[in-house]
Protein backbone atom coordinates (compact mmCIF):
# COMPACT_ATOMS: atom_id res chain seq x y z
CA UNK A 1 0.00 0.00 0.00
CA UNK A 2 2.49 2.67 0.96
CA UNK A 3 4.95 1.40 -1.93
CA UNK A 4 1.60 1.85 -4.31
CA UNK A 5 0.97 5.72 -3.02
CA UNK A 6 5.09 6.56 -3.27
CA UNK A 7 4.69 5.65 -6.99
CA UNK A 8 1.46 7.07 -7.29
CA UNK A 9 3.21 10.01 -6.05
CA UNK A 10 5.97 10.18 -8.13
CA UNK A 11 3.91 9.20 -10.74
CA UNK A 12 2.23 12.84 -10.32
CA UNK A 13 5.41 14.65 -11.13
CA UNK A 14 5.15 14.39 -14.74
CA UNK A 15 1.68 15.27 -14.57
CA UNK A 16 2.40 18.25 -13.01
CA UNK A 17 5.36 19.12 -15.18
CA UNK A 18 3.18 18.98 -17.88
CA UNK A 19 0.30 21.39 -16.54
CA UNK A 20 3.13 23.65 -15.29
CA UNK A 21 4.58 23.66 -19.31
CA UNK A 22 1.15 23.94 -20.89
CA UNK A 23 -0.01 26.81 -18.55
CA UNK A 24 3.50 28.99 -18.93
CA UNK A 25 4.05 28.88 -22.93
CA UNK A 26 -0.08 29.41 -22.62
CA UNK A 27 0.17 32.52 -21.00
CA UNK A 28 3.33 33.75 -23.08
CA UNK A 29 1.69 32.95 -25.95
CA UNK A 30 -1.05 35.20 -25.61
CA UNK A 31 -0.61 39.05 -26.78
CA UNK A 32 -0.56 41.70 -23.92
CA UNK A 33 1.23 41.17 -20.86
CA UNK A 34 0.94 41.68 -17.11
CA UNK A 35 2.57 45.84 -17.56
CA UNK A 36 1.02 46.65 -20.05
CA UNK A 37 -1.51 49.83 -19.12
CA UNK A 38 -3.54 52.89 -20.14
CA UNK A 39 -0.41 55.10 -19.84
CA UNK A 40 2.83 53.62 -21.29
CA UNK A 41 5.63 53.92 -18.59
CA UNK A 42 8.80 55.41 -19.93
CA UNK A 43 10.85 52.83 -21.42
CA UNK A 44 13.66 53.20 -18.83
CA UNK A 45 10.96 52.43 -16.34
CA UNK A 46 9.37 49.75 -18.61
CA UNK A 47 12.68 47.88 -19.07
CA UNK A 48 13.49 48.08 -15.37
CA UNK A 49 10.08 46.48 -14.44
CA UNK A 50 10.43 44.14 -16.74
CA UNK A 51 14.43 43.03 -16.22
CA UNK A 52 13.48 42.81 -11.95
CA UNK A 53 10.60 40.59 -12.99
CA UNK A 54 13.29 38.81 -15.18
CA UNK A 55 10.57 39.21 -18.04
CA UNK A 56 13.30 40.74 -20.58
CA UNK A 57 15.31 37.46 -20.76
CA UNK A 58 14.15 34.85 -23.87
CA UNK A 59 10.98 32.65 -23.46
CA UNK A 60 13.21 29.38 -22.95
CA UNK A 61 15.16 31.17 -20.01
CA UNK A 62 12.41 32.56 -18.39
CA UNK A 63 10.51 29.54 -18.04
CA UNK A 64 13.97 27.49 -16.85
CA UNK A 65 14.11 30.17 -13.76
CA UNK A 66 10.66 29.49 -12.92
CA UNK A 67 10.73 25.95 -12.71
CA UNK A 68 14.38 26.10 -10.70
CA UNK A 69 12.55 28.23 -8.55
CA UNK A 70 9.43 26.20 -8.25
CA UNK A 71 11.39 23.01 -7.63
CA UNK A 72 12.67 25.15 -4.72
CA UNK A 73 8.76 25.41 -3.62
CA UNK A 74 8.93 28.88 -4.94
CA UNK A 75 6.02 30.36 -6.68
CA UNK A 76 7.06 33.53 -7.64
CA UNK A 77 6.37 37.41 -6.88
CA UNK A 78 2.22 38.43 -7.43
CA UNK A 79 3.18 40.41 -10.55
CA UNK A 80 -0.02 43.03 -9.99
CA UNK A 81 -0.75 42.33 -5.97
CA UNK A 82 2.15 44.51 -5.04
CA UNK A 83 4.54 43.25 -1.77
CA UNK A 84 2.63 39.68 -1.55
CA UNK A 85 4.27 36.43 -3.07
CA UNK A 86 1.91 33.95 -4.93
CA UNK A 87 2.60 31.55 -2.10
CA UNK A 88 0.82 34.54 0.29
CA UNK A 89 -1.94 34.64 -1.69
CA UNK A 90 -2.57 31.08 -1.79
CA UNK A 91 -1.86 31.06 1.90
CA UNK A 92 -4.81 33.14 2.27
CA UNK A 93 -7.30 31.88 0.01
CA UNK A 94 -6.51 27.66 0.05
CA UNK A 95 -8.06 27.56 3.67
CA UNK A 96 -11.26 29.29 3.01
CA UNK A 97 -11.91 27.50 -0.56
CA UNK A 98 -10.86 24.21 1.04
CA UNK A 99 -13.40 24.47 4.04
CA UNK A 100 -16.26 25.58 1.63
CA UNK A 101 -15.54 22.75 -0.78
CA UNK A 102 -15.14 20.04 1.88
CA UNK A 103 -18.47 20.87 3.57
CA UNK A 104 -20.04 20.72 0.10
CA UNK A 105 -18.41 17.46 -0.80
CA UNK A 106 -19.22 16.45 2.66
CA UNK A 107 -22.95 17.21 2.98
CA UNK A 108 -23.32 15.49 -1.43
CA UNK A 109 -22.17 12.56 -0.32
CA UNK A 110 -23.82 12.12 3.21
CA UNK A 111 -27.04 13.61 1.52
CA UNK A 112 -26.70 12.03 -2.21
CA UNK A 113 -26.27 8.87 -0.59
CA UNK A 114 -28.93 8.74 1.38
CA UNK A 115 -31.22 10.21 -1.11
CA UNK A 116 -30.00 7.43 -3.81
CA UNK A 117 -30.70 4.36 -1.61
CA UNK A 118 -33.96 5.72 -0.94
CA UNK A 119 -34.66 6.05 -4.32
CA UNK A 120 -33.17 2.65 -5.03
CA UNK A 121 -35.60 1.18 -1.95
CA UNK A 122 -38.53 2.48 -3.24
CA UNK A 123 -37.78 1.97 -6.93
CA UNK A 124 -40.89 2.84 -9.44
CA UNK A 125 -42.83 4.54 -6.80
CA UNK A 126 -43.58 8.00 -6.29
CA UNK A 127 -40.82 8.39 -4.21
CA UNK A 128 -38.21 7.21 -6.44
CA UNK A 129 -40.01 9.55 -9.18
CA UNK A 130 -39.68 12.43 -7.01
CA UNK A 131 -35.84 11.80 -5.86
CA UNK A 132 -35.12 11.28 -9.78
CA UNK A 133 -36.86 14.10 -11.38
CA UNK A 134 -35.45 16.56 -8.55
CA UNK A 135 -31.90 15.30 -9.13
CA UNK A 136 -32.30 15.77 -12.69
CA UNK A 137 -33.39 19.25 -11.77
CA UNK A 138 -30.34 20.03 -9.97
CA UNK A 139 -28.23 18.91 -13.06
CA UNK A 140 -29.98 20.81 -14.96
CA UNK A 141 -30.16 24.44 -13.36
CA UNK A 142 -26.64 26.29 -13.33
CA UNK A 143 -25.21 26.97 -10.05
CA UNK A 144 -25.29 30.86 -11.58
CA UNK A 145 -28.99 30.35 -10.94
CA UNK A 146 -29.59 28.87 -7.99
CA UNK A 147 -27.35 31.13 -6.07
CA UNK A 148 -29.22 34.17 -6.72
CA UNK A 149 -32.53 32.35 -6.16
CA UNK A 150 -31.95 31.29 -3.34
CA UNK A 151 -30.16 34.11 -1.96
CA UNK A 152 -33.29 36.56 -3.05
CA UNK A 153 -35.38 33.52 -0.76
CA UNK A 154 -33.00 33.42 2.19
CA UNK A 155 -30.85 36.28 2.19
CA UNK A 156 -33.16 39.54 1.25
CA UNK A 157 -37.24 37.88 1.48
CA UNK A 158 -36.00 36.40 4.97
CA UNK A 159 -37.93 33.22 6.20
CA UNK A 160 -40.33 32.57 8.83
CA UNK A 161 -39.70 29.68 10.76
CA UNK A 162 -40.70 28.60 14.62
CA UNK A 163 -42.22 31.72 14.87
CA UNK A 164 -39.51 34.41 13.96
CA UNK A 165 -38.14 35.43 11.02
CA UNK A 166 -34.54 35.12 9.91
CA UNK A 167 -32.45 35.89 6.95
CA UNK A 168 -28.93 34.56 6.52
CA UNK A 169 -25.98 36.74 5.43
CA UNK A 170 -25.52 37.00 1.41
CA UNK A 171 -22.23 38.01 1.06
CA UNK A 172 -18.75 37.72 3.14
CA UNK A 173 -16.74 35.25 4.76
CA UNK A 174 -16.83 36.95 8.62
CA UNK A 175 -14.20 34.29 8.98
CA UNK A 176 -15.70 31.43 8.14
CA UNK A 177 -19.13 32.12 10.55
CA UNK A 178 -21.71 29.51 10.35
CA UNK A 179 -24.06 31.51 9.32
CA UNK A 180 -22.36 32.65 6.17
CA UNK A 181 -21.62 29.51 5.23
CA UNK A 182 -24.96 27.86 4.91
CA UNK A 183 -25.71 30.01 1.36
CA UNK A 184 -22.52 28.97 -0.36
CA UNK A 185 -21.81 25.31 0.55
CA UNK A 186 -25.43 24.79 -0.03
CA UNK A 187 -25.02 26.18 -3.84
CA UNK A 188 -22.06 24.37 -4.55
CA UNK A 189 -23.32 21.11 -2.80
CA UNK A 190 -26.66 21.08 -5.27
CA UNK A 191 -25.63 19.60 -8.37
CA UNK A 192 -23.40 17.22 -6.47
CA UNK A 193 -26.59 15.48 -4.50
CA UNK A 194 -28.10 15.08 -7.32
CA UNK A 195 -25.10 13.49 -9.48
CA UNK A 196 -24.22 11.37 -6.36
CA UNK A 197 -27.85 10.44 -5.61
CA UNK A 198 -28.77 9.66 -9.15
CA UNK A 199 -25.38 7.33 -9.28
CA UNK A 200 -26.16 5.70 -5.86
CA UNK A 201 -29.29 4.87 -7.52
CA UNK A 202 -28.06 2.82 -10.55
CA UNK A 203 -25.87 0.84 -8.35
CA UNK A 204 -27.78 0.10 -5.32
CA UNK A 205 -30.82 -1.03 -7.78
CA UNK A 206 -28.24 -3.62 -9.36
CA UNK A 207 -26.98 -4.60 -5.94
CA UNK A 208 -29.97 -5.07 -4.59
CA UNK A 209 -30.93 -7.50 -7.17
CA UNK A 210 -27.36 -9.60 -6.79
CA UNK A 211 -27.90 -12.95 -5.24
CA UNK A 212 -26.13 -12.75 -2.11
CA UNK A 213 -28.35 -10.29 -0.88
CA UNK A 214 -31.63 -12.65 -2.00
CA UNK A 215 -29.67 -14.71 0.22
CA UNK A 216 -29.43 -12.80 3.55
CA UNK A 217 -33.41 -11.52 2.98
CA UNK A 218 -34.30 -15.49 2.69
CA UNK A 219 -31.99 -15.55 6.28
CA UNK A 220 -34.34 -13.26 7.94
CA UNK A 221 -31.92 -10.28 8.37
CA UNK A 222 -33.77 -7.02 9.08
CA UNK A 223 -34.14 -4.33 5.78
CA UNK A 224 -32.17 -2.06 7.58
CA UNK A 225 -28.76 -4.45 8.84
CA UNK A 226 -28.90 -5.57 4.63
CA UNK A 227 -28.79 -2.32 3.34
CA UNK A 228 -26.07 -1.27 5.76
CA UNK A 229 -24.30 -4.10 6.04
CA UNK A 230 -24.67 -6.18 3.02
CA UNK A 231 -25.57 -3.67 -0.36
CA UNK A 232 -24.05 -0.23 0.71
CA UNK A 233 -20.60 -1.97 0.59
CA UNK A 234 -21.20 -3.23 -2.84
CA UNK A 235 -23.03 -0.01 -4.14
CA UNK A 236 -20.86 2.52 -2.88
CA UNK A 237 -18.11 1.32 -5.17
CA UNK A 238 -18.67 3.75 -8.19
CA UNK A 239 -19.19 6.27 -5.97
CA UNK A 240 -15.61 6.30 -4.93
CA UNK A 241 -14.00 6.34 -8.30
CA UNK A 242 -16.44 9.38 -8.94
CA UNK A 243 -14.93 11.52 -6.03
CA UNK A 244 -12.16 13.07 -8.82
CA UNK A 245 -14.67 14.24 -11.20
CA UNK A 246 -16.68 15.70 -8.37
CA UNK A 247 -13.89 17.53 -6.94
CA UNK A 248 -13.06 18.91 -10.09
CA UNK A 249 -16.44 20.05 -10.89
CA UNK A 250 -16.83 21.54 -7.07
CA UNK A 251 -13.92 23.45 -7.69
CA UNK A 252 -15.35 24.62 -10.92
CA UNK A 253 -18.12 25.04 -9.11
CA UNK A 254 -16.13 27.69 -6.15
CA UNK A 255 -14.95 30.00 -9.17
CA UNK A 256 -19.09 31.14 -9.70
CA UNK A 257 -19.56 30.82 -5.72
CA UNK A 258 -16.45 32.54 -4.30
CA UNK A 259 -17.87 35.47 -7.12
CA UNK A 260 -21.23 35.77 -6.08
CA UNK A 261 -21.16 35.51 -2.84
CA UNK A 262 -17.78 37.45 -2.35
CA UNK A 263 -15.70 35.13 -0.59
CA UNK A 264 -11.64 35.23 -0.35
CA UNK A 265 -11.07 31.75 -1.95
CA UNK A 266 -8.45 31.27 -4.44
CA UNK A 267 -11.15 30.86 -7.46
CA UNK A 268 -11.09 35.03 -7.13
CA UNK A 269 -7.22 34.92 -6.95
CA UNK A 270 -7.67 32.89 -10.44
CA UNK A 271 -9.94 34.66 -12.43
CA UNK A 272 -8.57 38.24 -11.26
CA UNK A 273 -5.09 36.86 -12.33
CA UNK A 274 -6.60 35.76 -15.68
CA UNK A 275 -7.49 39.17 -16.44
CA UNK A 276 -4.88 40.96 -15.10
CA UNK A 277 -2.56 38.43 -16.74
CA UNK A 278 -0.36 38.25 -13.60
CA UNK A 279 1.33 35.42 -14.69
CA UNK A 280 2.22 33.82 -11.93
CA UNK A 281 -0.57 34.04 -9.65
CA UNK A 282 -2.42 32.36 -12.16
CA UNK A 283 0.20 29.66 -12.90
CA UNK A 284 0.11 29.18 -9.04
CA UNK A 285 -3.89 28.66 -8.65
CA UNK A 286 -3.40 25.89 -11.39
CA UNK A 287 -0.51 24.19 -9.95
CA UNK A 288 -2.26 24.32 -6.81
CA UNK A 289 -5.86 23.35 -8.09
CA UNK A 290 -4.03 20.43 -10.34
CA UNK A 291 -2.16 18.79 -7.17
CA UNK A 292 -5.36 19.02 -4.87
CA UNK A 293 -6.92 16.97 -7.95
CA UNK A 294 -4.30 14.42 -8.03
CA UNK A 295 -4.16 13.89 -4.10
CA UNK A 296 -8.13 13.08 -4.17
CA UNK A 297 -7.90 10.81 -7.10
CA UNK A 298 -4.61 8.82 -5.28
CA UNK A 299 -6.90 8.91 -2.35
CA UNK A 300 -9.78 7.63 -4.13
CA UNK A 301 -8.34 5.19 -5.60
CA UNK A 302 -6.55 3.76 -2.04
CA UNK A 303 -10.05 3.92 -0.40
CA UNK A 304 -11.53 2.09 -3.83
CA UNK A 305 -8.68 -0.69 -3.17
CA UNK A 306 -9.51 -0.80 0.48
CA UNK A 307 -13.48 -1.82 -0.10
CA UNK A 308 -13.17 -3.76 -3.30
CA UNK A 309 -11.20 -6.74 -2.33
CA UNK A 310 -11.05 -7.90 -5.87
CA UNK A 311 -8.50 -4.78 -6.28
CA UNK A 312 -4.90 -5.36 -5.26
CA UNK A 313 -3.25 -2.57 -5.42
CA UNK A 314 0.66 -3.30 -5.84
CA UNK B 1 -40.98 -23.81 -58.46
CA UNK B 2 -43.46 -22.74 -56.64
CA UNK B 3 -42.93 -24.73 -53.52
CA UNK B 4 -39.36 -22.80 -53.70
CA UNK B 5 -40.97 -19.02 -53.99
CA UNK B 6 -42.98 -19.91 -50.67
CA UNK B 7 -40.10 -20.84 -48.78
CA UNK B 8 -38.81 -17.86 -49.86
CA UNK B 9 -41.32 -15.54 -48.53
CA UNK B 10 -41.59 -17.39 -45.50
CA UNK B 11 -38.12 -16.58 -44.95
CA UNK B 12 -38.72 -13.11 -45.93
CA UNK B 13 -41.47 -12.66 -43.26
CA UNK B 14 -39.27 -14.46 -40.50
CA UNK B 15 -36.09 -11.97 -40.78
CA UNK B 16 -36.20 -8.19 -41.34
CA UNK B 17 -36.16 -6.50 -37.54
CA UNK B 18 -32.38 -5.15 -37.09
CA UNK B 19 -30.71 -4.14 -34.33
CA UNK B 20 -31.29 -0.87 -35.22
CA UNK B 21 -35.08 -1.45 -35.56
CA UNK B 22 -35.58 -2.75 -32.19
CA UNK B 23 -34.07 0.15 -30.91
CA UNK B 24 -35.60 2.47 -33.05
CA UNK B 25 -39.11 0.76 -31.58
CA UNK B 26 -37.63 1.19 -28.27
CA UNK B 27 -36.95 4.46 -28.45
CA UNK B 28 -40.42 5.15 -29.79
CA UNK B 29 -42.25 3.98 -26.76
CA UNK B 30 -39.91 5.67 -24.44
CA UNK B 31 -42.70 8.91 -23.62
CA UNK B 32 -40.34 10.80 -21.88
CA UNK B 33 -37.45 10.64 -24.51
CA UNK B 34 -39.72 11.19 -27.61
CA UNK B 35 -41.16 14.13 -25.34
CA UNK B 36 -37.81 15.50 -25.31
CA UNK B 37 -37.08 14.93 -29.16
CA UNK B 38 -39.90 17.13 -29.81
CA UNK B 39 -39.16 19.88 -27.59
CA UNK B 40 -35.93 20.08 -28.86
CA UNK B 41 -37.20 20.50 -31.78
CA UNK B 42 -39.61 22.68 -31.54
CA UNK B 43 -36.52 24.89 -29.74
CA UNK B 44 -34.54 24.74 -32.60
CA UNK B 45 -37.25 25.32 -34.78
CA UNK B 46 -37.87 28.81 -32.60
CA UNK B 47 -34.10 29.73 -32.84
CA UNK B 48 -33.94 28.96 -36.39
CA UNK B 49 -36.65 31.07 -36.95
CA UNK B 50 -36.26 33.85 -34.59
CA UNK B 51 -36.04 37.15 -37.12
CA UNK B 52 -39.47 35.90 -38.58
CA UNK B 53 -40.96 35.50 -35.01
CA UNK B 54 -40.04 39.00 -33.62
CA UNK B 55 -40.80 42.27 -35.09
CA UNK B 56 -38.00 43.56 -33.30
CA UNK B 57 -34.46 43.17 -33.61
CA UNK B 58 -31.87 41.28 -31.00
CA UNK B 59 -29.85 44.32 -31.29
CA UNK B 60 -32.60 46.79 -30.90
CA UNK B 61 -32.13 49.37 -28.01
CA UNK B 62 -35.21 51.43 -26.44
CA UNK B 63 -34.76 53.57 -24.09
CA UNK B 64 -38.03 54.01 -23.32
CA UNK B 65 -39.02 50.81 -21.72
CA UNK B 66 -36.37 49.93 -19.74
CA UNK B 67 -36.08 46.67 -18.02
CA UNK B 68 -40.52 46.61 -18.73
CA UNK B 69 -42.61 43.93 -17.80
CA UNK B 70 -44.60 41.95 -20.76
CA UNK B 71 -48.17 42.79 -20.65
CA UNK B 72 -49.96 40.00 -18.95
CA UNK B 73 -46.95 39.22 -16.29
CA UNK B 74 -49.13 39.00 -12.82
CA UNK B 75 -47.55 40.76 -10.63
CA UNK B 76 -47.20 44.21 -10.00
CA UNK B 77 -44.08 46.08 -12.01
CA UNK B 78 -42.78 49.43 -12.72
CA UNK B 79 -43.31 49.52 -16.15
CA UNK B 80 -44.88 47.23 -19.25
CA UNK B 81 -44.21 46.44 -22.61
CA UNK B 82 -46.92 45.93 -24.42
CA UNK B 83 -46.01 43.57 -27.36
CA UNK B 84 -42.72 42.29 -25.85
CA UNK B 85 -43.69 38.40 -24.99
CA UNK B 86 -40.91 38.35 -22.65
CA UNK B 87 -40.98 41.83 -21.70
CA UNK B 88 -37.36 43.78 -22.13
CA UNK B 89 -34.03 43.61 -20.92
CA UNK B 90 -31.99 46.88 -19.05
CA UNK B 91 -31.89 48.25 -22.31
CA UNK B 92 -35.20 48.16 -23.66
CA UNK B 93 -34.33 45.21 -26.36
CA UNK B 94 -37.05 42.99 -26.84
CA UNK B 95 -36.31 39.83 -24.43
CA UNK B 96 -38.07 37.11 -26.52
CA UNK B 97 -35.90 37.71 -29.60
CA UNK B 98 -32.80 37.93 -27.62
CA UNK B 99 -33.78 34.13 -25.37
CA UNK B 100 -34.28 32.77 -29.00
CA UNK B 101 -31.08 34.01 -30.22
CA UNK B 102 -29.07 32.90 -27.28
CA UNK B 103 -30.44 29.41 -28.06
CA UNK B 104 -29.06 29.82 -31.33
CA UNK B 105 -25.16 30.28 -29.82
CA UNK B 106 -26.06 27.59 -27.17
CA UNK B 107 -27.09 25.39 -29.20
CA UNK B 108 -24.15 25.94 -31.85
CA UNK B 109 -21.91 25.68 -29.22
CA UNK B 110 -23.02 22.81 -28.13
CA UNK B 111 -22.86 21.11 -31.79
CA UNK B 112 -19.94 22.39 -32.74
CA UNK B 113 -18.29 21.58 -29.77
CA UNK B 114 -19.38 18.20 -28.83
CA UNK B 115 -18.55 17.80 -33.13
CA UNK B 116 -15.14 18.50 -32.29
CA UNK B 117 -14.76 16.58 -29.34
CA UNK B 118 -16.61 13.44 -31.06
CA UNK B 119 -13.85 13.72 -33.87
CA UNK B 120 -11.21 13.74 -31.48
CA UNK B 121 -12.15 11.16 -29.20
CA UNK B 122 -13.42 8.92 -31.95
CA UNK B 123 -10.82 8.70 -33.88
CA UNK B 124 -8.13 8.21 -31.04
CA UNK B 125 -9.95 6.27 -29.17
CA UNK B 126 -10.12 3.72 -31.90
CA UNK B 127 -6.55 4.48 -33.08
CA UNK B 128 -5.76 3.17 -29.48
CA UNK B 129 -8.26 -0.20 -29.41
CA UNK B 130 -6.99 -1.03 -32.35
CA UNK B 131 -3.61 -0.81 -32.62
CA UNK B 132 -3.78 -2.05 -28.66
CA UNK B 133 -0.32 -3.08 -26.64
CA UNK B 134 1.91 -0.50 -25.89
CA UNK B 135 0.80 2.40 -28.20
CA UNK B 136 -2.58 1.49 -26.12
CA UNK B 137 -1.15 1.98 -22.93
CA UNK B 138 0.60 4.85 -23.69
CA UNK B 139 -1.97 6.53 -25.33
CA UNK B 140 -4.45 6.18 -22.34
CA UNK B 141 -2.08 6.67 -20.08
CA UNK B 142 -1.88 10.61 -21.69
CA UNK B 143 -5.87 10.55 -21.06
CA UNK B 144 -5.49 9.74 -17.73
CA UNK B 145 -3.06 12.81 -17.02
CA UNK B 146 -5.31 14.85 -18.62
CA UNK B 147 -8.13 13.27 -17.15
CA UNK B 148 -6.95 14.62 -13.91
CA UNK B 149 -6.29 18.56 -14.73
CA UNK B 150 -8.67 21.30 -14.24
CA UNK B 151 -9.51 21.74 -17.78
CA UNK B 152 -11.72 24.59 -17.40
CA UNK B 153 -8.79 26.52 -15.80
CA UNK B 154 -7.15 26.32 -19.18
CA UNK B 155 -10.68 27.29 -21.05
CA UNK B 156 -10.95 30.26 -18.88
CA UNK B 157 -6.91 31.09 -19.79
CA UNK B 158 -7.73 30.41 -23.43
CA UNK B 159 -10.65 32.96 -23.34
CA UNK B 160 -8.82 35.93 -21.46
CA UNK B 161 -5.85 35.67 -23.26
CA UNK B 162 -7.44 35.33 -27.02
CA UNK B 163 -9.98 38.00 -26.06
CA UNK B 164 -13.10 35.89 -26.31
CA UNK B 165 -12.35 34.57 -29.47
CA UNK B 166 -15.81 33.49 -30.50
CA UNK B 167 -14.53 30.18 -32.78
CA UNK B 168 -12.12 29.46 -30.30
CA UNK B 169 -14.28 29.03 -27.73
CA UNK B 170 -16.06 26.30 -29.37
CA UNK B 171 -12.58 24.04 -30.41
CA UNK B 172 -11.70 25.20 -27.01
CA UNK B 173 -14.71 23.28 -24.98
CA UNK B 174 -14.41 20.61 -27.71
CA UNK B 175 -10.56 20.03 -27.09
CA UNK B 176 -12.08 19.40 -23.41
CA UNK B 177 -14.49 16.86 -23.88
CA UNK B 178 -13.00 14.40 -25.73
CA UNK B 179 -11.59 12.79 -23.20
CA UNK B 180 -14.59 10.19 -22.02
CA UNK B 181 -15.60 9.97 -25.51
CA UNK B 182 -12.11 8.50 -26.32
CA UNK B 183 -12.54 6.05 -23.29
CA UNK B 184 -15.70 4.55 -24.43
CA UNK B 185 -14.24 4.20 -28.11
CA UNK B 186 -11.57 2.60 -27.17
CA UNK B 187 -13.40 0.13 -25.06
CA UNK B 188 -15.88 -0.89 -27.45
CA UNK B 189 -13.26 -1.18 -30.03
CA UNK B 190 -10.97 -3.62 -28.16
CA UNK B 191 -14.37 -5.86 -28.04
CA UNK B 192 -14.85 -5.75 -31.90
CA UNK B 193 -11.46 -6.21 -32.91
CA UNK B 194 -11.79 -9.79 -31.55
CA UNK B 195 -14.89 -10.94 -34.22
CA UNK B 196 -14.56 -12.17 -37.15
CA UNK B 197 -15.43 -9.66 -40.08
CA UNK B 198 -12.27 -8.00 -38.47
CA UNK B 199 -10.27 -10.61 -38.77
CA UNK B 200 -11.45 -11.21 -42.50
CA UNK B 201 -10.62 -7.90 -43.27
CA UNK B 202 -7.17 -7.84 -42.22
CA UNK B 203 -6.92 -11.14 -43.76
CA UNK B 204 -8.24 -9.22 -47.38
CA UNK B 205 -5.03 -7.21 -46.74
CA UNK B 206 -6.99 -3.76 -45.69
CA UNK B 207 -5.27 -1.14 -44.36
CA UNK B 208 -5.07 -0.61 -40.57
CA UNK B 209 -6.33 2.75 -41.43
CA UNK B 210 -9.19 1.71 -43.36
CA UNK B 211 -10.10 -0.78 -40.97
CA UNK B 212 -10.74 1.64 -37.92
CA UNK B 213 -12.52 3.90 -39.98
CA UNK B 214 -14.48 1.68 -42.55
CA UNK B 215 -14.97 -1.20 -40.02
CA UNK B 216 -14.24 -0.59 -36.43
CA UNK B 217 -16.05 2.98 -36.38
CA UNK B 218 -19.61 2.60 -37.61
CA UNK B 219 -19.72 -0.43 -35.46
CA UNK B 220 -19.06 2.05 -32.21
CA UNK B 221 -22.25 4.45 -33.29
CA UNK B 222 -24.39 3.36 -30.51
CA UNK B 223 -22.77 3.90 -27.70
CA UNK B 224 -20.98 7.32 -28.91
CA UNK B 225 -24.74 8.61 -29.90
CA UNK B 226 -25.94 8.11 -26.23
CA UNK B 227 -22.67 9.93 -24.78
CA UNK B 228 -22.93 12.62 -27.97
CA UNK B 229 -26.65 13.53 -26.24
CA UNK B 230 -24.93 13.61 -22.74
CA UNK B 231 -22.29 15.92 -24.24
CA UNK B 232 -24.10 18.64 -25.37
CA UNK B 233 -25.90 19.36 -22.39
CA UNK B 234 -22.21 19.54 -20.67
CA UNK B 235 -21.09 21.62 -23.20
CA UNK B 236 -24.05 24.54 -23.37
CA UNK B 237 -23.58 24.29 -19.38
CA UNK B 238 -20.07 25.39 -19.57
CA UNK B 239 -20.56 28.53 -22.35
CA UNK B 240 -23.26 29.33 -20.17
CA UNK B 241 -20.36 29.38 -17.11
CA UNK B 242 -18.09 30.97 -18.98
CA UNK B 243 -20.31 33.97 -20.12
CA UNK B 244 -21.16 34.51 -16.68
CA UNK B 245 -17.90 34.89 -15.54
CA UNK B 246 -18.05 37.64 -18.82
CA UNK B 247 -15.65 35.07 -20.59
CA UNK B 248 -17.92 33.65 -23.38
CA UNK B 249 -20.24 35.70 -25.96
CA UNK B 250 -19.59 39.32 -25.82
CA UNK B 251 -22.40 41.93 -26.52
CA UNK B 252 -24.53 42.58 -28.55
CA UNK B 253 -24.30 39.24 -29.43
CA UNK B 254 -25.76 36.85 -26.06
CA UNK B 255 -25.99 33.38 -25.22
CA UNK B 256 -28.42 31.77 -22.55
CA UNK B 257 -25.44 32.11 -19.85
CA UNK B 258 -24.95 35.98 -20.93
CA UNK B 259 -29.03 36.23 -20.79
CA UNK B 260 -29.13 34.64 -17.18
CA UNK B 261 -25.98 36.56 -16.15
CA UNK B 262 -28.36 39.45 -16.85
CA UNK B 263 -31.31 38.91 -15.50
CA UNK B 264 -28.97 37.54 -12.00
CA UNK B 265 -28.49 41.06 -12.32
CA UNK B 266 -31.97 42.67 -11.65
CA UNK B 267 -33.89 39.68 -9.86
CA UNK B 268 -35.30 41.63 -7.50
CA UNK B 269 -36.67 44.14 -9.83
CA UNK B 270 -36.87 42.53 -13.45
CA UNK B 271 -37.82 38.71 -12.08
CA UNK B 272 -38.91 37.92 -16.04
CA UNK B 273 -35.32 38.51 -17.14
CA UNK B 274 -33.95 35.62 -15.15
CA UNK B 275 -36.87 33.92 -15.74
CA UNK B 276 -37.30 33.03 -19.56
CA UNK B 277 -33.61 32.32 -20.17
CA UNK B 278 -33.06 30.22 -17.24
CA UNK B 279 -36.32 27.84 -18.15
CA UNK B 280 -35.49 27.84 -21.20
CA UNK B 281 -31.86 26.60 -20.98
CA UNK B 282 -33.26 24.01 -18.10
CA UNK B 283 -36.09 22.75 -20.00
CA UNK B 284 -33.20 22.28 -22.88
CA UNK B 285 -30.64 20.45 -20.89
CA UNK B 286 -33.58 18.15 -18.90
CA UNK B 287 -34.78 17.51 -22.66
CA UNK B 288 -31.07 16.19 -23.84
CA UNK B 289 -30.38 14.25 -20.82
CA UNK B 290 -34.14 12.36 -20.87
CA UNK B 291 -33.16 11.98 -24.45
CA UNK B 292 -29.65 10.63 -23.87
CA UNK B 293 -31.26 8.38 -20.82
CA UNK B 294 -33.97 6.64 -23.63
CA UNK B 295 -31.01 6.52 -26.23
CA UNK B 296 -29.29 4.26 -23.92
CA UNK B 297 -31.98 2.15 -22.96
CA UNK B 298 -33.15 1.59 -26.31
CA UNK B 299 -29.30 0.56 -27.50
CA UNK B 300 -29.01 -1.59 -24.63
CA UNK B 301 -31.77 -3.46 -23.72
CA UNK B 302 -30.18 -5.61 -20.97
CA UNK B 303 -30.48 -2.38 -18.62
CA UNK B 304 -34.02 -2.95 -17.79
Known sequence: MMV???????????????????????????????????????????????????????????????????????LGPSYKNKDFTVTQLIATGLPVSMRLGLCAMTLALLLGTFLGVMAALRQNRWQD?????????????????????????????????????????????????????????????????????RLMRGSMVEVLRANYIRTARAKGLPVTRIVVRHALRAAVLPLVSYLGPALAAILTGSLIVEQIFGLPGIGRYFIQGALNRDYTLVMGVVICYAALVILLNLLADIVYGILDPKVRLA | MIATGQTLKAVEEVQGRSLWVDARRRLLRNRAAMAGIVILALIAALALLAPLLSPFAYNEVNYD????????????????????????????????????????????VGLVATAVSLLIGVLYGATAGYLGGRVDALMMRVVD????????????????????????????????????????????TLSIKQKEFIEAARAGGVSPFAIITRHVIPNVVGPVMVYVTLTVPGVILTESFLSFLGLGIQEPLTSWGVLISDGADQMETAPWMLLFPAVFMAVTLFCFNYVGDGLRDALDPKDR
Not at chain 2, 97 to 102: H, K, Q
Request: hydrophobic share 55%; glycine share 10%; with cysteine.
Open chain 1, 4 to 74: YALRRILGAIPTLFVIVTLAFFMMRAAPGGPFDSERRLPPEVERNVKAAYDLDKPLVQQYGIYLGKLAHGD
Open chain 1, 129 to 197: YSVMGVAMLGITIPTFVTAPLLTLVFGIYGVTLFGHEFSLPVGGWNGGALANMVLPVTVLALPQIAVVS
Open chain 2, 65 to 108: IIACAPNWWPVEAACRAPGHLFGTDSVGRDLFVRVLFGARVSLA
Open chain 2, 145 to 188: ILYSLPFVFFVIILMVLFDRNFILLFVAIGAVEWLTMARIVRGQ
